[in-house]
């Protein structure tokens, strides 16, 4: 099992909650500038779980085209159900924000000086 999926069995909850919007501005001073960082590291997740998801069924997938290959492949439908029970990325990644586990920094350079 991949270090992401331990770290979204053990401690995210499946479901959305209202989140304090001052709590959110707190961490960096602006609303944006960490709903920013949260999309980020959401994008992130997810593109590392669709790569493991796309691993785990290439490792079933057959290059002739049957129909009684594609009913039959009940391994290949636990893993993609697994998948999507999982949590939405934005949920892990807005957890992570507030669990301070994301790293971040401002660009202090002046692009136009």
Do not use: W
């Amino acid at each position: 099992m991949s270090k992401l999926r331990r770290q979204i069995s053990a401690n995210t909850a499946n479901t959305a909650e209202t989140k304090d919007l001052n709590a959110i501005k707190a961490k960096t001073g602006n609303m944006y500038e960490s709903i920013a960082i949260i999309a980020k590291r959401a994008n992130q997740i997810n593109i590392s779980l669709k790569e493991e998801l796309h691993n785990k069924l290439e490792e079933f997938a057959s290059h002739t085209d049957s129909l009684e290959e594609i009913h039959e492949n009940k391994e290949q439908i636990e893993i993609s159900r697994a998948y999507e029970r999982m949590p939405n990325p934005a949920l892990l990644a807005t957890q992570e924000f507030f669990d301070d586990k994301i790293y971040y920094r401002k660009n202090e350079d002046d692009l136009f000086s």
